[in-house]
């Protein structure tokens, strides 16, 4: 027969365990709130703020459940050693995901790059659109999406061409051994000079870079912002054409002389 001590004894247990679990729960929820306040504040990138509220929280559960347990007098070895051992089975079936999730994680914390960037990597070249813990979002000139999974991204050589405020527009022109030197580079930079894009700090360049088999290859060098490259790139590539014409100057093309022996 029960009596009061012996359920009292009985469900002193189950009280103590559910008063850890009620007050875990609100203990929980206040560590989020701080995490979310706290996190706002760093800078760390807002990609990973959920990914680690979602990992604090699991952990924290876990240990209000198996304190619970303790208290129950159920042993709690076995259950952690359970937990383990399904964690390293999923682990060992996710490995290529948790792969690219620990390279999305490198990514926003290193930040080699970031939305908006043009970039190289991973065997994608184009702008970045997006950035989550599984893949890497890359639109391309041409306006094709592709998805790159973050293990390859963070292990890869990443060529950001946007994170300097100022690139170099490096342009080769050739022209015929017969023309002037002197000549042909002041022509490709009165092109220059007419720009206001090409800025004058650094100084602009024309080299002259080779003495080719048909021609003499001028090297033109000059600095703009960054957004500004490819608009520049063409622009000289264009007007230096039209410039040259003007002045006679002759581009030459690849040629033989043949030489007939009678």
Same mark, same amino acid.
């Given at each position: 027969?029960?009596?009061?001590?012996? #359920?009292?004894?009985?469900?002193?247990?189950?009280? #103590?365990?559910?008063?850890?679990?009620?007050?875990?729960?609100?203990?929980?929820?206040?560590?989020?709130?701080?995490?979310?306040?706290?996190?706002?504040?760093?800078? $760390?990138?807002?990609?990973?703020?959920?990914? $680690?509220?979602?990992?604090?929280?699991?952990?924290?559960?876990?240990?209000? #459940?198996?304190?619970?347990?303790?208290?129950?007098?159920?042993?709690? !070895?076995?259950?952690?050693?359970?937990?383990?051992?399904?964690?390293?089975?999923?682990?060992?079936?996710?490995?290529?995901?948790?792969?690219?999730?620990?390279?999305?994680?490198?990514?926003?914390?290193?930040?080699?790059?970031?939305?908006?960037?043009?970039?190289?990597?991973?065997?994608?070249?184009?702008?970045?659109?997006?950035?989550?813990?599984?893949?890497?979002?890359?639109?391309?000139?041409?306006?094709?999406?592709?998805?790159?999974?973050?293990?390859?991204? !963070?292990?890869?050589?990443?060529?950001?061409?946007?994170?300097?405020?100022?690139?170099?527009?490096?342009?080769?022109?050739?022209?015929?051994?017969?023309?002037? $030197?002197?000549?042909?580079?002041?022509?490709?930079?009165?092109?220059?000079?007419?720009?206001?894009? #090409?800025?004058?700090?650094?100084?602009?360049?024309?080299?002259?870079?080779?003495?080719?088999?048909?021609?003499?290859?001028?090297?033109?060098?000059?600095?703009?912002?960054?957004?500004?490259?490819?608009?520049?790139?063409?622009?000289?590539?264009?007007?230096?054409?039209?410039?040259?014409?003007?002045?006679?100057?002759? $581009?030459?093309?690849?040629?033989?002389?043949?030489?007939?022996?009678?």
């Amino acid at each position: 027969m029960f009596t009061k001590e012996s #359920i009292f004894a009985m469900c002193k247990p189950i009280a #103590i365990a559910l008063i850890i679990v009620i007050a875990g729960a609100f203990i929980v929820k206040a560590v989020m709130k701080v995490m979310t306040k706290a996190l706002a504040k760093t800078s $760390i990138d807002p990609a990973l703020h959920a990914f $680690i509220k979602n990992i604090v929280k699991v952990a924290l559960w876990l240990l209000i #459940i198996v304190t619970a347990l303790g208290k129950l007098g159920i042993p709690t !070895s076995t259950f952690v050693t359970v937990i383990g051992a399904c964690g390293a089975a999923i682990a060992l079936a996710l490995k290529d995901s948790l792969s690219n999730v620990a390279g999305g994680i490198l990514i926003l914390i290193t930040k080699p790059f970031g939305k908006g960037d043009y970039i190289e990597a991973g065997g994608a070249a184009g702008t970045v659109e997006k950035i989550d813990l599984m893949s890497t979002t890359v639109k391309t000139p041409d306006n094709k999406i592709v998805r790159v999974p973050n293990s390859n991204m !963070s292990t890869s050589v990443v060529t950001n061409y946007s994170e300097a405020d100022m690139r170099r527009v490096d342009n080769d022109f050739g022209i015929g051994y017969e023309c002037d $030197i002197d000549k042909a580079r002041e022509t490709v930079l009165s092109v220059v000079r007419k720009n206001e894009l #090409i800025v004058i700090d650094p100084k602009p360049e024309v080299l002259v870079g080779e003495h080719g088999d048909n021609a003499v290859t001028l090297h033109s060098r000059v600095w703009v912002k960054s957004s500004d490259y490819w608009t520049v790139y063409f622009y000289m590539q264009e007007e230096v054409k039209k410039a040259f014409d003007a002045e006679g100057i002759n $581009i030459p093309y690849p040629q033989v002389d043949l030489h007939v022996i009678k």
